[in-house]
């Protein structure tokens, strides 16, 4: 237990602990469940039906904001605020957007929902007896629930409050509108600001042109994940070649690029499997799937499977049975996809677009290939074959170091004790 003023910790998160989406996060909540007297969990998942253990101390609420009209009209009070004018100034002569009525709408949007947010977060502090000044608020992404986390902390200033922020959080052009309201505002209340990649962190700094002193408030916190093997994998000595892809069948991910790419390949024999459903309809599933067999199933030296929606065990257990070559992810946008992390602690290496943080993670001609940005379908299919020429030798030392880059960089289980050991010493921990 800690040995602080913070006895509690509020924790907002997506999906933890429903849907296997942030199913890594369970190793980071266990370990910080054992420094509280009490966790409370705000997941913004309210559809999902499964639902992961949790440590006997959390408690886990279900809550995404309704925004009525009692809000909206509570929200144009901003229109008193100087907050809102700070916001449009840096709209027009910071970010150069211009007047953009998408944008202003977005920032009312924001601030409703953040209010909604901040009255539920009050409703738990009361239901629970909680001392506000004995709490940790900590926000998984930088979003709303931040906004109504720092809100409180304005009311009552001894609240603590951290937040981590990823990549359509941080990045404007992930916004639909191109935008990402009230971000400084945000930052300049909060006790720490954790960043999963350093391109986000530079990107942000840049951004809101944060000075040096300001800059003492933000760490790098990675991502990592628990490797179910913790041993590096040699090459399969099967002749053909494996390849995986994870990811949501949505345009940005560009699986129909991996298909038209593989079409290419005429002297080579390949096994490739995707794992991932499409998080808006069943349609573009199959569709896409539709497409592949008409590209891919006339090849014979092709074989393919789409395995849908996958649980990590089933994921890793694949893995493990399969031995893959190589992991394709070519989206157009990405943070740093744990799916990367995943196939590198099973010694696969990756090719991937140059976006977002992925140079953070794959290492050209070390771990795995960097694609430029927007590949076409010959760039992907050289790069496929560049590295099946690869001698057994080179291969493997492919694999070796992929393997070293999830050990030293990635691995969940030393992140995460990072991550406890930060927010201790924030807390101004004392044995």
Known sequence: MMNTEAETMIFFSLHYPFHFTDSYLDEEINLLASKFKKVIVI???TFSEEKRAVPSNVIVYRFSPVVNLGLRTASLSLLGNPIFYKNIFQLIFKHKIGFSLLAVKELFAFYSRALSIRNFLEQVIEEQQ???????????????????AVLLKKETPSIKVISKAHSQDVYFERSPVKYHPFRKYIFEELNRLFFISDDARKYFIKKHGLTKKEEERISISRIGIDGANENYISQSSEQVLRIISVAYIQKIKRVDLIIDALALIKDVQIEWYHAGHSNQSETEFEELKKYATEKLLPLLNISFSFLGKTAKEELFRLYQEKRFDLFLNVSETEGIPVSMMEAMSYSVPVIGTNVGGVAEIVEDNVNGFLLPPYPDANEVMQTIKKFEKLSVEKKNALRENAFKTWNTKYNGKKNNRQFVQEVELMLGVSE
């Open 130 to 148: 909680v001392e506000k000044n004995k709490l940790l608020i900590y926000t998984y992404w930088m979003v709303e629930s931040t906004m109504a």
């Open 43 to 45: 997941s913004s998942n």
